[in-house]
């Protein structure tokens, strides 16, 4: 099970980093188009090859990989003790209240996610009529890593509770200073 884990996880950060050259390479070309493509030299001698206007895309397709880096990001890449705490409180307290905090947090959290997916749908869901301005698609696709994100991340939330409840807080990655409550 760790070795499907461990495979899926680098499926994963390899896709994020895909997305991350993709939106590079494409922000290389708006800058060629910008300022060489667009400049007066090109346009006088070699203007008629290239149309600077037919790159409008790349606007919409850098914009497009931020959604799907960040949200994708989130929800498969970044870990819980990647994120900042403010866990002054939390390693001040005893182990059992530790447990709680993370009992509470975590069903808010997830609440929070799973509880806002239908209604978001709803929101969202004229985005199937709707086609992107200068890309090839429709809007729903574009936004569907959102409800990706929502279900992911608050089910690592739910197991959360579950690990809590089996094994404890803990320490989770949390730096515990010198003199704090074990």
């Given at each position: 099970?760790?070795?499907?884990?461990?495979?899926?996880?680098?499926?994963?950060?390899?896709?994020?980093?895909?997305?991350?050259?993709?939106?590079?390479?494409?922000?290389?070309?708006?800058?060629?188009?910008?300022?060489?493509?667009?400049?007066?030299?090109?346009?006088?001698?070699?203007?008629?090859?290239?149309?600077?206007?037919?790159?409008?895309?790349?606007?919409?397709?850098?914009?497009?990989?931020?959604?799907?880096?960040?949200?994708?990001?989130?929800a498969?890449?970044?870990?819980?003790?990647?994120?900042?705490?403010?866990?002054?409180?939390?390693l001040?307290?005893?182990?059992?209240?530790?447990?709680?905090?993370?009992?509470?947090?975590?069903?808010?959290?997830?609440?929070?996610?799973?509880?806002?997916?239908?209604?978001?749908?709803?929101?969202?869901?004229?985005?199937?009529?709707?086609s992107?301005?200068?890309?090839?698609?429709?809007?729903?696709?574009?936004?569907?890593?959102?409800?990706?994100?929502?279900?992911?991340?608050?089910?690592?939330?739910?197991?959360?509770?579950?690990?809590?409840?089996?094994?404890?807080?803990?320490?989770?990655?949390?730096?515990?200073?010198?003199?704090?409550?074990?």
């Amino acid at each position: 099970m760790r070795r499907l884990g461990a495979i899926l996880a680098r499926f994963t950060e390899g896709m994020a980093a895909l997305m991350m050259t993709a939106m590079f390479l494409t922000f290389l070309i708006q800058i060629a188009v910008r300022y060489v493509v667009g400049s007066d030299w090109f346009m006088a001698r070699l203007g008629h090859l290239v149309d600077a206007s037919a790159f409008g895309w790349t606007l919409e397709f850098c914009l497009v990989m931020w959604i799907w880096i960040v949200f994708w990001g989130n929800a498969f890449v970044v870990r819980e003790r990647d994120h900042v705490t403010f866990d002054i409180l939390y390693l001040w307290v005893r182990p059992g209240l530790r447990r709680a905090f993370t009992v509470i947090g975590a069903a808010c959290v997830a609440a929070a996610l799973l509880l806002s997916v239908l209604p978001t749908w709803e929101k969202l869901a004229i985005l199937r009529l709707k086609s992107s301005a200068t890309l090839p698609v429709k809007m729903l696709p574009i936004y569907s890593v959102y409800f990706l994100f929502l279900g992911v991340v608050g089910l690592r939330y739910l197991w959360r509770i579950v690990d809590v409840l089996r094994h404890g807080a803990g320490r989770q990655g949390h730096h515990v200073p010198e003199g704090a409550s074990e």
